[in-house]
């Protein structure tokens, strides 16, 4: 399945629910392989910045998951850096969707090291 998605990706196809989440939205609430989603944002990276009908940014669906991968919101981070601070309609960031103590010390260290550069995005403004 995750290869037919890929390459209808790849050829041009967009690929969006009913409630306007794109492929990179979907492929990370239905744990697809950490592979897949990799290349999914090596394709469009722009999904990073592409909210659905709530407001909600691939990074929300990320730090919402039970275990979220590290690997995966460090490279989101590192992508999109001001997409932790971005409130979706219900006024929440990313940041305040994260279920557990160890994930936002990881985001705490992540942030206070500056491992990303600065965004060029004018997307959204941090809070």
Not at 1 to 25: C, F
Not at 40 to 45: R, V
Not at 48 to 59: A, D, F, H, R, V
Not at 91 to 103: A, C, E, F, K, R
Request: aromatic letters at 8%; charged letters at 20%; proline letters at 6%.
């Amino acid at each position: 399945m995750w290869d037919q998605i890929l390459n209808a990706l790849q050829s041009g196809q967009k690929i969006v629910d009913k409630d306007g989440r794109n492929v990179l939205s979907i492929a990370i609430l239905n744990n697809a392989p950490i592979q897949v989603i990799n290349k999914i944002i090596d394709i469009s990276p722009e999904f990073l910045l592409q909210p659905n009908k709530e407001g909600s940014l691939p990074m929300h669906f990320a730090l919402s998951r039970d275990h979220p991968n590290k690997r995966l919101i460090n490279k989101m981070y590192y992508l999109f850096p001001d997409s932790l601070y971005i409130e979706n309609k219900h006024g929440l960031m990313p940041i305040q969707v994260i279920n557990d103590s160890l994930t936002m010390q990881y985001i705490e260290r992540l942030t206070s090291h500056g491992k990303a550069g600065s965004s060029s995005s004018s997307f959204g403004k941090r809070k």
